[in-house]
C-alpha cells in the first residue's frame, strides 16, 4: 500500500511515498519524489508503476503561496527510482476535487471545483476538467467535459470501460446534486445517468462489483444532519438504478468502501462532529443475498494517544483498499482532536 504524505492547516503535503507491507506490518519510506511539497495531486497504481501528477505545490510547502501545477513523475518499484513524465496540457482546478483511475491504458483524471468565493474573498469560477495519461507514450490528452454543473466530492467509479460520475456538492455545501454522466475515453462521449432512487449527495462511499456501482453513505450539505443513509446501485448495462436495503449503519459521511470480490465493505464515517457514532462502525453488503451484515468490533483507539475512546474504526474519510485477502483501512479525520490519525486497521474474513 502506497501512501503519500498529507498536510495540515497552514502546510502542504508532499507526494513522497511511504510503503506498507501487510505481510510484515512494517511501513517505509521511499525514495523522495523529484516533485515540490503540493496537496491535491492525483496518483494511481498501473501495475508497475505509482504515477502521481498535478495539484497545488509551492517550493516553500506554504499552502498561502501554493498554485496550480502541472508537472508529474512515477515511482518504479523494480529500480526505486522516480522518473519525471510529461507536463498536463492544463493545470487541475485549485483547491477543488481530483481523482485519477487506471484504464489498463491510461490514467484517466477527473476533477473540478465548484463555484464560489474562497476564502480571501476572491470569485471562483466553476470549472471542470478531464484529462488522460499514456505513460507508454508519456503524452496527455484532453477530454470533453461532462456537462454536469461543477460540483465537488461525488462519486467517481471506474467500471472496466467507463467512468461514472455521480452527485457531489456545491462549494460551500449548501446544494447536493443528484445527476450524473459516465465517459467512454475510447470514443470521448459522455451519456447522462437517469434519476437516482436515492436522495442527492456528496463524501459517499462508491465501488465497482463488476456489475453495479455500488454507493452508500454521503451527506446533502454541511449540517449536522445532513447525513445520507440511504444506499443504491447503478447498472452501466441496463442503464438502471436499484436501491439497496436498508443497512444496520447510522447515516454518515465520508464512510470508507472497498469491494472484496464479493462483498461491499463500509467503514466509518462522520455523523456532524459527533465521534464515536452511535451504532456499528463497519458492515458488509452482500450483491448476491442482498443483504448486510455487521462486521466484528475493532480494537479499540491506543488511550495514550488523547484519541477518542471506543474502537479504532470509528473514523471518516480513511483511505481504503482490497489486497485480494484483507481489507486496509489508513489515516482518516479523528473529530476528537480535529486532526489527521496516521494509524490504521486491517480486517480479513474469518479474523
Known amino acids: 500500500m502506497l501512501v503519500a504524505q498529507g498536510g495540515c492547516c497552514g502546510a502542504l503535503g508532499s507526494v513522497d511515498l511511504a510503503a506498507f507491507s501487510p505481510a510484515t506490518d512494517v511501513w517505509r519510506p521511499l525514495l523522495a519524489a523529484p516533485l515540490s511539497p503540493r496537496s491535491g495531486a492525483v496518483g494511481i497504481w498501473t501495475g508497475t508503476e505509482m504515477i502521481v501528477a498535478g495539484g497545488m505545490a509551492s517550493p516553500d510547502g ?8 502541472t508537472d508529474g513523475a512515477a515511482w518504479n518499484p523494480a529500480t526505486g527510482e522516480w522518473r519525471r513524465i510529461a507536463a498536463m496540457p492544463v493545470a487541475l482546478p485549485g483547491y477543488g476535487f481530483a481523482t485519477a483511475v487506471w484504464t489498463g491504458a491510461e490514467m484517466l483524471v477527473w476533477a473540478a471545483r465548484a463555484p464560489g468565493v474562497n476564502g480571501l ?9 478531464v484529462l488522460a495519461y499514456n505513460p507508454r507514450t508519456d503524452r496527455w490528452r484532453r477530454l470533453p467535459p461532462s456537462g454536469l454543473a461543477p460540483r465537488e466530492d461525488p462519486v467517481v467509479v471506474w467500471t472496466g470501460r467507463q467512468l461514472v460520475v455521480w452527485g457531489g456538492l456545491s ?7 443528484g445527476d450524473g454522466a459516465r465517459l467512454d475515453p475510447a470514443t470521448g462521449r459522455w451519456m447522462r445517468l437517469p434519476p437516482a432512487p436515492a436522495p442527492a449527495r456528496g463524501l459517499a462511499a462508491a465501488v465497482w462489483s463488476g456489475r453495479e456501482v455500488l454507493i452508500w453513505g454521503g451527506a446533502t450539505g454541511s449540517t449536522a444532519t445532513s447525513q445520507v443513509g440511504k444506499g ?7 442503464n438502471t438504478w436499484r436501491a439497496l436495503p436498508l443497512s444496520p449503519l447510522r447515516a454518515k459521511s465520508m464512510p470508507s468502501g472497498v469491494w472484496t470480490g464479493r462483498l461491499f465493505i463500509v467503514m466509518g464515517g462522520a455523523a456532524g462532529s459527533t465521534m464515536p457514532v452511535p451504532g456499528p462502525a463497519a458492515a458488509a453488503y452482500d450483491p448476491a443475498s442482498n443483504s448486510w451484515t455487521v462486521l466484528p468490533t475493532a480494537p479499540d483507539y491506543p488511550t495514550a494517544d488523547g484519541g477518542p475512546t471506543g474502537p479504532a474504526s470509528q473514523r471518516a474519510g480513511a483511505i481504503a483498499m482490497w489486497t485480494g485477502t484483507a481489507a486496509l483501512f489508513v489515516g482518516g479525520l479523528d473529530f476528537h ?7 490504521g486497521l486491517i480486517w480479513a474474513p474469518g479474523m
Not at 506554504?62 to 501545477?69: E, K, T, W
Not at 462549494?171 to 446534486?177: E, H, K, L, S, V
Open 171 to 177: 462549494f460551500q455545501r449548501t446544494t447536493a446534486y
Open 62 to 69: 506554504l499552502a498561502p503561496h501554493a498554485a496550480p501545477a
Open 121 to 129: 474573498g476572491q470569485e471562483m469560477a466553476g470549472i471542470e476538467v
Open 337 to 343: 482532536r480535529q486532526a489527521n490519525r496516521a494509524d
Open 232 to 238: 443504491m446501485a447503478y447498472s452501466p448495462e441496463t
